[in-house]
């Protein structure tokens, strides 16, 4: 079964808007969540990632806000540009400090296009 | 420094046939996986892999297999190819201290 819901499927967003990316889990043992950023043909690439210790991670635009009594996160894109327009994947991951994290579980991804 | 590297990035093979991908890590991380990404299905975990045994191993039959060399480089096998098997290979390596999963641009396969 989806290990990480994520929704919605896709999302148009005007330019200066703000692009809101839900992601959902069952697992409690998860505790570390990233996002990644795909553009076509391209490998999905890291954007940010949080720990469950903090509810709120900022870099640049790019903030993710998480509940750990929800088990949900979220990603918000602050002042959308066209260039974000791109496929965003949720995952998390029970890897624990210090250790690999190669099993990632996916959210299914969310095409987002930034209209100018 | 050089990213994730996979070869090939395009491949067609006929049912029946196997493949064989490779990737080439970032220097210096020793743990590598692979992915599989369709739109079906999305992106689903093959099997991880750290100084060469495997640690992590998804949900997929036995045709698919894999290994990674002394060097930290690893290779995919599929065999018997199935029409589904049709997809994008990722790789990604990581350094263990971390965790950050680095990911290549990946192998096309496309099965007829």
């Known amino acids: 079964q989806q290990q990480v819901k994520q929704s919605p499927q896709s999302l148009i967003v005007q330019k200066g808007g703000i692009s809101i990316i839900n992601c959902a889990y069952e697992?409690?043992?998860?505790?570390?969540f990233p996002w990644y950023q795909q553009f076509p043909g391209k490998g999905p690439a890291l954007l940010i990632a949080?720990?469950?210790?903090?509810s709120e991670k900022k870099e640049g635009r790019f903030t993710i806000s998480f509940n750990k009594s929800a088990k949900q996160f979220s990603l918000h894109i602050m002042d959308s540009q066209p260039g974000d327009s791109a496929t965003y994947f949720c995952?998390?991951?029970?890897?624990?400090?210090?250790?690999?994290?190669?099993?990632?579980?996916f959210g299914r991804g969310t095409q987002l296009t930034v209209w100018p | 420094k050089a990213g994730v590297t996979q070869t090939p990035r395009y491949l067609i093979k006929t049912r029946g046939q196997q493949v064989t991908l490779s990737c080439s890590p970032i220097s210096g991380h020793r743990s590598v996986s692979w992915y599989q990404q369709t739109p079906g299905q999305g992106l689903q975990f093959l099997f991880e892999?750290?100084?060469?045994?495997?640690?992590n191993k998804g949900n997929f039959p036995g045709r698919f297999s894999g290994r990674q060399f002394s060097n930290s480089r690893s290779e995919m096998n599929v065999s018997t190819l199935e029409l589904g098997d049709s997809a994008l290979y990722l790789c990604?390596?990581?350094?263990?201290?971390?965790?950050?999963?680095?990911f290549g641009e990946g192998s096309r396969l496309t099965v007829l």
């Open positions: 892999y750290f100084s060469e045994t495997q640690r």
């Open positions: 990604a390596s990581s350094l263990e201290v971390t965790g950050e999963l680095f």
């Open positions: 995952a998390a991951s029970k890897g624990g400090r210090g250790s690999t994290l190669g099993r990632l579980y």
């Open positions: 697992n409690t043992a998860f505790d570390y």
């Open positions: 949080i720990r469950p210790d903090v």
